[in-house]
Structures are given as structure tokens and as C-alpha cells.
């Protein structure tokens, strides 16, 4: 039986006005690959191949995608010519936004002044119109006109 996986792509990613579409869709590769192993160990000729597209354009989605902070490389190194002996991609599961400065001050407290008044505000508004024996006047049979006039002179 053949394994399936699937590609995840964020709504960070997917939104993401800079980057290029196929570099999106190189995430959800990435992210697909990770579903295998726990992490992508494809090389640029893989995803080349794949997208039909030249090795450079992918090492320059990569970059990107690592300059956002979507995904994390390891390069493995042969440790006597330096030469790359492995790299893996790693997605990134929380990338730090940065129109957010961290960390988050705990002694901050939420701004509720507006939301407060508006509640005193509602509360008096409803306490204005409630009505209360000494703004009402029941009607009798007798005092039909009065009661009416004494409703009008009100408003």
C-alpha cells in the first residue's frame, strides 16, 4: 500500500504578499515531506525536477521562506572538505510576527475605560426611561383627558 501525505499551507503563507505563488507551494512540499520523516530531506534538484523550474529559483524560494521565518535549515557538513553532506528543512510552527514586539508584558492590563462607560451610560438611559409611579398616571374613566394631556406635557 502507498502512503499518502498531505501539504499544510498557513494562512501566514498563504497571504503572504511577498512571496512568489509556487514559493507557497514549495512550503506545502516542504511541509508534506516533513509528514514522512519530521523533517524535508529533499535537495534542490528534487524540488527542480519537481516544479520543472531551474535549481536556483528553488534555493531563492528557500531563502526567502527562511528570511520570513517560515522554515529552519541544517546543513550537515563532511567534516574534512566541507563539503554539504545533508541539509534539512524544518517548518517553522509558530513564526514570530514582527509588527509584535516579544515578549508580551505581563503586567499590561486591557484598556476596558470605553467598554465601562458605555455600560454606566446604558444604565442611566435605562433608568431615565423606567417607568416609576410618579412619571405615570393611571387612566380612570373619569380622567381620560387629564391622563392624556398629563402624557403630552411629559415629552
Known sequence: MEKSYYAIIPATVRY????????????????????????????NQYFADLYNVDKLTISRWISK??????????????????EIMARHIYI?????????????DEKVKDNNTETEYYK????????????????????????????FSHYKSSK
Open 16 to 43: 503572504d504578499a511577498d512571496l512568489m505563488p509556487n514559493a507557497k507551494l514549495l512550503y506545502g512540499e516542504i511541509t508534506a515531506l516533513c509528514n514522512q520523516k519530521g523533517y524535508c530531506w529533499a535537495n
Open 120 to 147: 454606566r451610560l446604558a444604565q442611566a438611559r435605562k433608568e431615565e426611561y423606567e417607568p416609576t409611579a410618579t412619571n405615570i398616571q393611571r387612566p380612570t374613566r373619569k380622567n381620560n383627558r387629564t391622563s
Open 92 to 104: 517553522n510552527d509558530t513564526p514570530i510576527d514582527e509588527k509584535i514586539n516579544t515578549p508580551i
Open 65 to 82: 521562506l527562511k528570511r520570513k521565518n517560515y522554515i529552519k535549515t541544517n546543513i550537515k557538513y563532511h567534516s574534512l572538505t566541507s
